[in-house]
């Protein structure tokens, strides 16, 4: 970018400090802070999301389109092989010692299970629209329904790819999940 030309048209709008946000770099290029974790997560959680409501329009019997496109040769992607792939990574607060993969897959497997049911209760309750695709139409429904099975996802994907410091005088889980789910009065009465 240092060796970067712009030409720019209508300077006098462009440069305005009230009209515009141009932004230019300046200095050493470093790495963002959490790198590709910031948008690993939120694809991850989009990612079980869609594939719970693939797999719930299909149980009860209607059409349903791939939530992503498949790669041509590679495996399935759905939310079972990302809890494989999720398995495979964790490793206890620690850092060191592998957790049971049994244990972890079951808890995975749980909370995915728990996310069909919420996204198949909404729809029927009319907290979803399933058309033209998924839509959130009550917003207390997702806060008391939806967003603590995603939080306790979050969680899980966090203390795989992330050194959450746990034990005694670390990040407990009902912390993250507290912060995970919270509004922004609680935090700020904190």
């Not at 009230?18 to 200095?27: A, D, K, T, V």
């Not at 997560?41 to 209607?62: I, K, Q, S």
């Amino acid at each position: 970018w240092k060796r970067s030309v712009l030409i720019m048209d209508e300077v006098d709008v462009l440069l305005h400090p009230l009209r515009s946000e141009l932004n230019f770099p300046i200095g050493d290029k470093l790495p963002i802070d959490l790198g590709s974790h910031r948008w690993d997560l939120p694809f991850f959680l989009l990612d079980a999301v869609l594939d719970a409501d693939a797999a719930e329009r299909a149980a009860e019997g209607g059409e349903v389109a791939p939530a992503r496109p498949e790669q041509p040769g590679a495996p399935p992607r759905s939310m079972p092989t990302e809890v494989v792939a999720l398995r495979r990574e964790v490793s206890k607060m620690d850092g060191t010692a592998p957790v049971d993969a049994e244990v972890l897959a079951a808890a995975l497997g749980g909370l995915y299970g728990d996310l069909r049911a919420a996204i198949g209760e909404g729809y029927r309750s009319h907290a979803l629209q399933q058309e033209p695709h998924l839509v959130l139409l009550d917003h207390s429904w997702y806060h008391a329904r939806l967003k603590p099975v995603a939080a306790q996802l979050a969680l899980h994907w966090l203390r795989a790819h992330l050194s959450l410091p746990g034990g005694a005088g670390g990040v407990g889980d009902d912390q993250v999940l507290f912060y995970l789910t919270c509004t922004v009065a609680e935090i700020q009465g904190l």
